[in-house]
C-alpha cells in the first residue's frame, strides 16, 4: 500500500509509543527468540554479528562485473562460467544481482573460480578483478571499494588511454593509486559499432576479461569464447555468429594499459544519489536502498503499519538516455498529443499568465497560447530530460513538420549532454507555476488532457511501453479520489518497484492509494476495495446526519446532497469535506471522531481494478468475472499486451490466432478470447476496447464514460509491448494497424444507452481496410513462424483473417441493432 | 481417489514389505516422534493410552439424544441448552455427531449440564438419560451401551406401554433390566400427527425430557419451551407456533412409565451391520467405520496408497424408506422411465432367456419381452427395496396408467416390510442373471440404457436428487473407462460420502476412477488427468511399437489402429488389451513392464470433470474456462441446481433473476449468467443444455455426442433440488415447465456440423408455451418473495421474463443462420 491517506499513518506512532508497545510484546516472548543481520532498533531482537567476516578467499580469483540490464553482461558471464568450469580443473561459482527495473538498470555479475568446490554464499566484497562496462557508472557507483590491493580494473570508456585518466573522479583516482590497481581501457561501443555490433558489448568485455585475467592461455580463451558464441546465436544465423568473431578478434588489439600519476589530480565527485530537497524519508530510506545499502536500514525506519510513501520516482534521476525530447515552441501547435503518448510523463504542459515570466531563467522555453482571444496566456511544453528513456514516441506522435527541414518535428530526439544544466534550472521554474485549475480545464480533449497534473511519473517501464500512457491518463483525470487494485504482472513491477514508487500526489498531499494483489485474486481484492469504500460512505453519512445540529444542518445537507460528476462539483465537494474536517478537530465527542476518521469517503472514489491478460484473461479470469457480475461501481482496466509480458512472453488466452509465444511456439491455433463480449453479455457493464495510439480521443471518452458509470466497467486497452519483437518506436502506427486491419475493433458498450432506449453498441472504427498481415508481418511474434515453419504460418493466418472476418460481421451487426435486442436494466 | 487399477495397488505390498520400508524411515527420525490416539501397527510410533478415563462426571446431568437427520432433534436441543443456560444457575455443553448423508443419517446430540463451567472435550459415554426418537434405532444402534446404571430411557413407539416390552430385542431388555433403566414411551408420531405437526416430534420429545429429567420445575420448563418456540417458527406464522404449542401440552398425558418383567423374554437381535457376503476390507474396515468405531482401526488397515475400495454402498443397505417402489409386470411397457429417473439405481432392468427362471424364486417377478420376435425372452425390472428412498419419482415418470384402478401405475410405491424377505431373495437370484451384452444394446434409446449396468449407485444423495440420475446415465455409458474429476459440492460428498462409495466396478472389476479436488481447481485437476492419459497413451504406443517383434505385427498394428467409437470396437479393444497384458507378464524386459504399466491407456479414456453451478459459475469459472480453451478432449458435467446447495443455499451466478437465495435475500435482480454461450463462443467446444426430465432423449443424445467428439465438451444439467423448495416428487414437473417457459432452452451446439459446414447451433426445445411464473411460483425459492415484498417480487418477474424473451430471440436467430456465421474451426 502507498499514500498514507487512510487510518492511522506512521506519522502517528512516536518511536517512543512504538517502543513501549514492543517493550510489552517482548514479555511474552522466549528470551531466544532472534534474527540474525537486521539491525532490529524497535524490539531489539536482533544478534550481534561481523559483518566483516569471510572465508579464507586466497585461493579464488574473484571478479566482479558491472554492467547495464539487456546490454549482455550477465549472459556473457555465463559463458565464462561455463568456458572455465568445462575447460580447467577450476571450480565456478557465479551470482548474478539485479533489480526488477524493466530497462536502464544496473546489473552486478560476482564470478569466482577456485580449485575446490566453493561454498561462498555471500556476494564478493574483494575482488581480483573488476570490470565497468558502462562510463558513467564511474560517477554513480563506488564500485572501486571493492577492488584489492593489485588488482584489475577494465574500463569500457569512450576516452583513450591518454584521456581518461582526467575524466576520472578524485575518488576513483584515488582508489585505483592506493590500491595499486592495473587499470585498462577500451572502447568497446566503438569496436561494437566498427564490427557491425550496434550496441552489444558484452562480448568484446568478456575477451578483455579472458586476456586479462589468464585463467586460460589467450589462444584456447578466444577459441573457446568462439565456441561458446556459435552456440548461445545458433538461432540468429551466421550472420550474427560472425560478428561477434569479429569483435572478438579485434578486440586486443584496441586494449589498452593505462599508465596514471602517483598523485590524484581531480576533484572529488559527489555521489549524491538524491536531491537534497528530497524529503526526509526519502533522503534517510529511500536513497539508502538506492545506493545498495538497503540492508543497513534499522527496523526503525520502515513505516509501520506497511503504508509506504508515494511519488518517490522523482528523486532517482536515472539518466538512461543520451538522447532526449526536445521541444521547438516555433513549431508546435500545442495540440498535446505528445504529452499523452509519452510513456514516463516527462512532457508536461501548463498554460499561465505572461507575468509569470519575468522570474524565468533566460532559456527558459515559451510560446504564446494557441487559442484566440487570451493575448496575455502563455504556453511551455517542458520536458524532464533526465527522465525521458529517448523512446521516440513523441516525436512519432507529432503531427508537425518543419516544411523548410522536413526531418524535423515540433519536438525532436536530440543529445542530453550539452542542455541538461539549462534545462535543469527550467524544470525547476516549471515546476514554481501552479497546475492549471482543473475545474477549467476542457476534460473531454486531448489538447485539454494535457493541462491535467499526472500523478503517475518515471516509472521503470520499458522505453516506449504501451501501458503506462493509460494509467498516466488514468491518474490526470481521476488521480485524486483513485484506489488501485493491481494485479501482479509488469504493471505491479513498475508500479511499485521498491524503493521507488510512480504513482505521486500533488501539492495537496492527494493521490492514488495503490496496492498490488496476486494474480488470483487482484479481482476480489478491489472489489474488496469498492465495499470498504461504500461502508465507510455510509458510516459518514449516518454520522453526518447525527451531528446535524453541531455542523448546521445547511452544511450537512450540502455535504449529503453534493452532485459530483463535473470536475467543479468535485472540487467543490473536496473543499467542503477539507472544512468539515478541520470543523471536526475541534470537536470532542466520539461521533465527531469516527467520522473524522471516514469522512473523506464523502468525496466519491473511483476504485479501478488494474492487470494484465494474463490476469484478467487467465488466473484472475474467474474473480474478474463475479466482481463485474457483482454490479457494483468498480471499473477494471486490462493493460493487454496479448502475452504474458512480465514472465516472459508465455501464451495467455488473448493471444491472438497465428501468434507465438512460449507455449505456443507453433503458433497458437485457438482464437483470441472475446472478453467484450463476455462482459457485454452481462448487460449492466459498461464495456469498452480501446487504443490510445489509433484513437487517443475514444480512449479518453472510454476511461470517462466508464468512471461516469454507477456500476461495473471493463476497459480492454490495446498495449504494444517489447514482447510482440519490434522497435517501439513503431508503438503507434502498430497499434493504428491493429485497428484498421480488424484486429483490434474499438467499440464501446454503454448500458447507460440501453436505458435511454438506444442501441448501447457503439463501433468506433471503421470497416477494416487492410488486411490481417499487413499489421501483423511487422512483428517478430507472427513473423518468426513464416521462417521456421511457412506452411503452418500461412495455414493460421488464414484462419485468422477467417476469424478478424467474423468478428466484423457480428460488430457491425450488432451496430445496427435496436435497443430492445439487447439485455434490459433490472 | 477411489478404484486402485492404475499403478500399484496395495496388494502389491505385503505386510513384511511395508514393515521394513517403515523400520528403514524410523532410523532417522528422532524416538519422540509419537502421536497419541492412534493405533499405529504400521511405524509402531502410537502411544498408549487409558481409553476409559473420564473427568469426574459426578455433577454433571448427562443426556444423549438418537435421531434422524433433519427432523428437527439437533434444534429442539440446541433450544434445551439456551433455555436450562438462561433460566437455571447450571452451565451447558452441547455437541452434535451428524454424517454428511444428504438424507435418512443418524444424529447424535450430546448434552451436559453442571453447576460450574463443563471442560470436557470428549464425547457422553455414560448418560443420565437416553432418547431415542426412532423406533428402528432399537435393533440397530446399541444405545443403551451409554446408559448408567438407573438412567432414564425415553423411546418413541409406535406400541404402547402394554406392547412395547415385546418389540424390543434381548440386548435392550437385558440392558435396561440389569441396570435398572427407568422407561418411558410415548407415540410421538401420533402425537404430531394429531396435533397438526406431520412427522415433527422435536418439540412433543423435548417436552418428555424436561418432564423425565426435573431440570426445571415443569410449570416453568413449559413456559420456557413455548418462548423457543415463538422464536424458532416467528417467521412460519402463528398457525405453527399455535400447533406446536397444542403438541406440548398434548405429550405429558401421552407419556407412559414402563413396567418391565425381571428377566429378558426377546432372543438377542443381530447387530450385523454388513452382509456376511461382503469382501473383507468391507466387513474389516468399512464395517467397522459404519458402526461408529472408525477410531478403532489400526492404521495397517488403511490402504497404503490412499487408493480406496469403490462400490461399497451396496452393502450399507440404509433402509431409510417405509415405502419403496414396487413394479408391475402385467401393466408394464417395458420403455425404462423409471430406471432412467431412479437417483439411486435401485430399478434396474436385464432381459435374458426364459430358461434362467428355472432356477427362480417362485415369487421372482417377470414378464415376456415387449418385442416381437423374441418369444424365448423374458424381461424383469427388479427393485432395491433396501436402498429406494421412496422419493416417488419413478412413479411420475411411468407413462402407464391401470385402466381398472386410475390411481395405479406400471410402478407404485407401497410398503416395505411384507415384501422385504421376498424381496430379498428376487435381488439375490437377479444378480445371478449377467448383465446384457454391451455390443448388442442399442444405447441411444432410454429404453436401451436401462440395460446397461449403473457404476454409480445407492448415494447417500437426497431422495429424489435431481442430480444424480445424470451421474448414473454416464456411469452406464461410459462407467469402465471413465475418469471422474469432481468438484467439491453435494456430488463430492454423495460421491465419496466415506466409509462408502457409490462409485462401482462392474465384474471384471472395471468402474470409474474417481477423484474430489477443491471448489477452485477441479477444471485443472481434470485437465491434468487428461493430460497424462494422453502422455501415458503415447508412451504405450511407442513401447507397442519398441516389441513389436516379440509381440507380433498383426497384435501390436490390431491395437493401434483399433477404431474405438461404437461400443463393440470398444469390448474388442478392451480384449486385445486384456490379451497383450497376459502376454506381457510373461516377457521379462523392461520394456515390457513399462508397457505393462500404462497399457490400460490404450483402450480410449474418457475424463470427465464434474462439479455444481458453485463450482462452474463462480468458483472453478477462471480454471473450467481455462481447461475448455484448452482445446483438450474434456468433458464437463455441470450439476446446476442454480444454487450453492451443499453449504446450505447461497446464490451463485448461476441463480436465476427474481430467485430468492441467501445473498439474494432480497431476489436476485441480476441475470442468470449464460455459461452456455460463453463456451459456444470459442467455437470448438462442444456445448449442450439438458434437462433430463423433460427431455431424458435429449439427454442421453448429448451425452454420446459429447463423449464421441475430439475436443472439449460442455453439458449444463438442469438438476431440481430441495434447495428450491417443493416437494421433488415434483421435480420431473418442474424439469418440464422450465423447458417450457423458456427458462432452460434445451440446445446443442457441436463443432463437428460446423466442420461439416452445417449450423452447429441446434434448439432442441419449442418456442415457450407457459409463463415464467407458472413455473416459478411452484417453487418457494420465488414464491417468498411475492410474500414478503410483493411489488419487488412482481418488477423482478417481469424483468425476469424480458430476459427469457430475448434469450429465446436470441436463440431462435442463431438455430436459422447460416454454418459461415460460427467461428470456423481451425
Not at 552456440?231 to 550472420?239: N, R
Not at 445537507?557 to 469535506?577: D, G, H, P, T
Not at 507465438?660 to 462482459?679: E, I, N, R
Amino acid at each position: 500500500m502507498i499514500g498514507g491517506r487512510y487510518g492511522l499513518s506512521s506519522k502517528e506512532f512516536t518511536p517512543a509509543m512504538v517502543k513501549g508497545i514492543f517493550d510489552e510484546l517482548k514479555k511474552d516472548k522466549p528470551k531466544n527468540n532472534f534474527t540474525i543481520g537486521i539491525n532490529d532498533d524497535v524490539t531489539f531482537t536482533s544478534l550481534d554479528y561481523d559483518a566483516s567476516f569471510t572465508l579464507d578467499e586466497s585461493a579464488w580469483r574473484q571478479g566482479l562485473f558491472f554492467g547495464l540490464g539487456a546490454d549482455g553482461t550477465v549472459g556473457a558471464n555465463k559463458n565464462t562460467i561455463k568456458i572455465i568450469g568445462e575447460n580447467t580443473n577450476l571450480f565456478a561459482q557465479g551470482y548474478f544481482v539485479y533489480d526488477s527495473k524493466k530497462s536502464g538498470a544496473k546489473t552486478v555479475s560476482h564470478l569466482r573460480f577456485g580449485p575446490k568446490p566453493i561454498k561462498a554464499p555471500y556476494l564478493i566484497k574483494k575482488a581480483d578483478f573488476i570490470a565497468c562496462h558502462q562510463f558513467n557508472f564511474t560517477e554513480k557507483v563506488a564500485m572501486l571499494e571493492f577492488a584489492k590491493e593489485g588488482a584489475t580494473f577494465l574500463l569500457n570508456s569512450p576516452y583513450g588511454k591518454e584521456e581518461v585518466w582526467d575524466k576520472l573522479t578524485g575518488q576513483v583516482q584515488k582508489e585505483i593509486i592506493e590500491k595499486k590497481i592495473k587499470f585498462y581501457v577500451i572502447d568497446a561501443t566503438t569496436v561494437a559499432r566498427e564490427t557491425g555490433m550496434k550496441g552489444r558489448i558484452n562480448t568484446i568485455m568478456q575477451t578483455c576479461y579472458f586476456a586479462l585475467s589468464g585463467v586460460l592461455p589467450r589462444e584456447e580463451a578466444v577459441k573457446q569464447i568462439k565456441k561458446a558464441i556459435e552456440k548461445t546465436y545458433f538461432k540468429k544465423g551466421q550472420k550474427v555468429i560472425e560478428q561477434n568473431f569479429r569483435a572478438v578478434d579485434t578486440t586486443l588489439a584496441n586494449m589498452y594499459d593505462v599508465q596514471y600519476p602517483a598523485k590524484a589530480t581531480a576533484a572529488n565527485h559527489d555521489l549524491l544519489i538524491v536531491s537534497k530537497n528530497a524529503p526526509e524519508f526519502v533522503q534517510d530510506v529511500t536513497a539508502v536502498m538506492m545506493a545498495d545499502h538497503g540492508d543497513q536500514l534499522p527496523v526503525s525506519k520502515i513505516p509501520i503499519d506497511g503504508t509506504y510513501p508515494s511519488g518517490t520516482t522523482q528523486w532517482e534521476k536515472r539518466n538512461v538516455s543520451d538522447l532526449v525530447a526536445s521541444w521547438d515552441p516555433e513549431l508546435c501547435i500545442q495540440c498535446g498529443n505528445c504529452a499523452y503518448v509519452c510513456p514516463h510523463s516527462v512532457i508536461r504542459a501548463k498554460f499561465y499568465h505572461k507575468d509569470n515570466l519575468k522570474k524565468a531563467p533566460e532559456e527558459f522555453q515559451h510560446a504564446p497560447i494557441n487559442a484566440r482571444g487570451f493575448p496575455e496566456t502563455k504556453y511551455t511544453l517542458q520536458i524532464y530530460l533526465e527522465d525521458c528513456t529517448g523512446c521516440n514516441l513523441c516525436v512519432e506522435a507529432c503531427p508537425v513538420t518543419n516544411t523548410v527541414n522536413p526531418s524535423r518535428k515540433a519536438i525532436n530526439l536530440t543529445q542530453k549532454a550539452p542542455v541538461l544544466e539549462t534545462e535543469k534550472q527550467n524544470i525547476e521554474f516549471f515546476e514554481s507555476i501552479t497546475w492549471n485549475d482543473r475545474s477549467k480545464i476542457d476534460f473531454s480533449t486531448v489538447h485539454g488532457a494535457q493541462f491535467l497534473e499526472p500523478l503517475f511519473e518515471f516509472s521503470g517501464a520499458c522505453a516506449g511501453c504501451g501501458e503506462t500512457p493509460y494509467l498516466k491518463l488514468l491518474s490526470q483525470l481521476f488521480g485524486q479520489r483513485l484506489l488501485v487494485a493491481n494485479a501482479t504482472g509488469c504493471s505491479s513491477i513498475y508500479g511499485g518497484n521498491l524503493p521507488t514508487t510512480p504513482w505521486s500526489v500533488n501539492k495537496e498531499g492527494r493521490g492514488p492509494a495503490w496496492s498490488n494483489s496476486l494474480f488470483e485474486d487482484n479481482a476480489e481484492f478491489g472489489l474488496g476495495m469498492r465495499i470498504t469504500a461504500d461502508n465507510q460512505l455510509e458510516m459518514a453519512r449516518q454520522y453526518l446526519m447525527q451531528l446535524k445540529e453541531e455542523l448546521g444542518e445547511n452544511t450537512v445537507n450540502e455535504i449529503l446532497e453534493a452532485q459530483q460528476v463535473q470536475e467543479s462539483e468535485l472540487v467543490a465537494q473536496q473543499l467542503r469535506v477539507q472544512l468539515l474536517k478541520e470543523k471536526l478537530k475541534t470537536m470532542n465527542s466520539s461521533a465527531a471522531a469516527h467520522l473524522l476518521s471516514v469522512c473523506d469517503q464523502l468525496v466519491r472514489r473511483s476504485v479501478w481494478l488494474i492487470g494484465g491478460d494474463g490476469w484478467a484473461y487467465d488466473i484472475g479470469f474467474g474473480g474478474l468475472d463475479h466482481a463485474l457480475a457483482s454490479g457494483k461501481n468498480i471499473k477494471v482496466l486490462v493493460l493487454d499486451t496479448e502475452v504474458y509480458s512480465n514472465t516472459g512472453g508465455q501464451s495467455s488466452k488473448s493471444t491472438p490466432t497465428a501468434a507465438t509465444a512460449k507455449f505456443a511456439a507453433g503458433g497458437k491455433s485457438a482464437g483470441k478470447k472475446d472478453l467484450a463480449m463476455q462482459a457485454i453479455s452481462y448487460g449492466n457493464v459498461y464495456v469498452a476496447r480501446v487504443a490510445f495510439g489509433a484513437n487517443p480521443q475514444q480512449t479518453l471518452l472510454a476511461m470517462r464514460e466508464a468512471e461516469a458509470y454507477d456500476g461495473p466497467a471493463l476497459i480492454l486497452a490495446y498495449s504494444h509491448c517489447i514482447a510482440h519483437g519490434y522497435d517501439m518506436k513503431n508503438g503507434l502506427d502498430q497499434q493504428n494497424k491493429a485497428v484498421a486491419s480488424g484486429h483490434w475493433p474499438l467499440l464501446r458498450y454503454n448500458p447507460t444507452l440501453r436505458k435511454k432506449n438506444q442501441n448501447p453498441f457503439v463501433l468506433d472504427s471503421p470497416r477494416p481496410s487492410i488486411g490481417l498481415k499487413d499489421y501483423a508481418y511487422n512483428e517478430s511474434r507472427y513473423k518468426v513462424l513464416t521462417m521456421t515453419n511457412p506452411m503452418e504460418a500461412d495455414r493460421l493466418m488464414k484462419h485468422a483473417q477467417e476469424l478478424v472476418n467474423l468478428k466484423w460481421k457480428n460488430y457491425e451487426e450488432l451496430a445496427t441493432k435496436k435497443a430492445s435486442d439487447f439485455v434490459p436494466i433490472a
